[in-house]
């Protein structure tokens, strides 16, 4: 008879669990996937493959010089976009490899990008502008690492500062000029496909 209670609690504890969103109607994602999607084109210019010098500044103050590619390209039928840069050295050793996706939330009407890099994952805000984007990495309760890149012509530079709240003068740690090389199939092609 017990088992008879827990298997009926089984059949209807869901039945109950749905019965209010059944009552508010089927949920219909199309608006939200339309808004994500008209929002996500401020990003198309980045779409492609990219190839350039990047340098970085050491310890030391000296720079360091690698060859910097990236890849972009739409996911979930535009509603994202991917990214993965790869840092090269002189002798073909990936030494930077990082892996972002950028959204569109229609609720709060702002755009994130959820990035991975060097061992740390983190979501931050990022800002379509008309020649570029920005983006900030909060680094303790001193400094904010600022990100601000310009495409035009083909090119992407992006620069990213150290800035410190107590007002001194930003610092430049990174830079890169990536050449857009041409279009990509990535992410979206290779997909598996049903049979």
């Known amino acids: 008879m017990r088992r008879l ?12 669990m749905a019965a209010p969103a059944m009552a508010q109607g089927a949920y219909d994602p199309a608006p939200r996937i339309a808004a994500q999607k008209e929002a996500m084109r401020a990003f198309d210019f980045l779409d492609g493959e990219w190839r350039g010098p990047a340098k970085t500044q050491l310890a030391d103050g000296s720079w360091h010089t690698i060859t910097q590619t990236e890849r972009v390209g739409p996911m979930l039928d535009g509603t994202v976009k991917v990214i993965e840069g790869r840092g090269y050295e002189a002798d073909g050793r990936v030494s930077f490899n990082a892996f972002a996706v950028i959204s569109y ?42 990100y601000e ?47």
Not at 5 to 16: E, Q
Not at 134 to 144: F, L, Q, R, V
């Open 105 to 146: 939330n229609p609720d709060s009407k702002a755009y994130s990008m959820r990035s991975y890099a060097a061992g740390r994952a983190g979501d931050y805000v990022i800002a379509p502008m008309p020649t570029g984007f920005t983006w900030d990495i909060p680094a303790g309760p001193n400094m904010t690492i600022h």
């Open 5 to 16: 209670i827990v298997a009926g609690l089984m059949v209807v504890a869901p039945l109950a």
């Open 149 to 195: 890149a310009t495409v035009k012509d083909g090119v992407w530079t992006e620069v990213g500062t150290r800035v410190f709240k107590n007002g001194g003068e930003p610092v430049k740690f990174v830079e890169l000029t990536v050449t857009r090389l041409g279009d990509t199939g990535w992410p979206a092609g290779g997909v598996v496909a049903p049979n």
